[in-house]
C-alpha cells in the first residue's frame, strides 16, 4: 500500500455543505494524486500536486481545490458539494518507474 | 476524455484457461501501465510498458504494446478464481517531470472454479 491511509473511508453529506478529504502518506513521495472513479469512465485525474504548495489541475477539476501544506498530506475540497460528486475517491502516489500506489478509497455520498 | 479504452468490457472464463483484454489509446505515450482492483479496493499495479519496449512479461502476465496500432494486450495465463478482478489500462503521456496518467473504462474479468 506504500504508507498511504485515507480519511474519512465512508462518507454522506448534504449538498451545499463544504467537504474535505484526507491522503496521507509515510515515504516522503514528491507526487501525489486525486483520483475519482465513477461507473462507465474509469478514473479520472481531479488534482495533482508535485511538490508542497505545488499543485495543478486534471481533467476534472471543476468544483475541488487542493491543497499541500507539507510532504506527506494532501487534502482535496469540495467547496460546495453538489449530487455530481458522489463518487469513490482514490489518492495516489508515484513511486519509481512512473508507477503509482493507490489508497484505500473514500465513498463520499452527496444527498 | 478517454485515452484508453479496454476491450472487451467483460470476461468470463474458467480456472485454467487464459484471459485476453486489450487496450487501445490515442495519442503518443510515454509508457503503458495495467493495474487490478478487486471489488471495493484500491487499484493495484500489474506491470509497466514503456513505448520502445514491445513485449514484458511478469509471472502469469504478459504485455504487449504496439505503438503504431496505439494498442496493448494483457495476457493472463492459467488464470485461478483469485484473478476476478477489474483491469484497466493507464497511458502515460509525460510531459517533462510531471506524469500524469489517463485510465481507461476497464475490463471485469470473472474466473469461475
Known amino acids: 500500500d506504500a504508507g498511504i491511509t485515507q480519511s474519512p473511508r465512508h462518507k454522506v453529506t448534504e449538498t451545499g455543505t463544504p467537504v474535505t478529504l484526507r491522503c496521507h502518506q509515510t515515504e516522503n513521495h514528491r507526487y501525489m494524486y486525486w483520483y475519482r472513479q465513477d461507473p462507465g469512465h474509469g478514473l479520472r485525474l481531479i488534482h495533482y500536486s508535485y511538490g508542497v504548495k505545488d499543485t495543478d489541475k486534471g481533467e476534472v477539476s471543476d468544483g475541488y481545490s487542493v491543497s499541500r501544506s507539507k510532504t506527506e498530506d494532501f487534502l482535496l475540497t469540495l467547496e460546495s458539494a453538489t449530487s455530481s460528486q458522489t463518487s469513490v475517491y482514490f489518492c495516489?502516489?508515484?513511486?519509481?518507474?512512473?508507477?503509482?500506489?493507490f489508497g484505500p478509497g473514500t465513498r463520499l455520498t452527496v444527498l | 476524455s478517454q485515452q484508453g479504452e479496454e476491450d472487451p468490457q467483460a470476461l468470463s472464463i474458467q480456472e485454467g484457461e487464459n484471459a485476453t483484454m486489450n487496450c487501445s489509446y490515442k495519442t503518443s505515450i510515454n509508457n503503458l501501465q495495467w493495474y487490478r482492483q478487486n471489488s471495493g479496493r484500491g487499484l493495484v499495479h500489474l506491470i509497466l510498458i514503456r513505448s520502445n519496449e514491445r513485449e514484458k512479461h511478469s509471472g502469469r502476465l504478459r504485455v504487449t504494446l504496439d505503438t503504431s496500432k496505439k494498442s496493448s494486450s494483457l495476457l493472463i495465463t492459467a488464470s485461478r478464481a483469485a484473478d476476478t478482478a477489474s483491469y484497466f489500462c493507464?497511458?502515460?503521456?509525460?510531459?517533462?517531470?510531471?506524469?500524469?496518467?489517463?485510465f481507461g473504462t476497464g475490463t471485469r474479468l470473472q474466473v469461475t472454479l
Open positions: 493507464a497511458t502515460d503521456a509525460k510531459r517533462g517531470t510531471a506524469s500524469k496518467l489517463t
Open positions: 495516489a502516489i508515484r513511486g519509481t518507474s512512473d508507477t503509482q500506489y
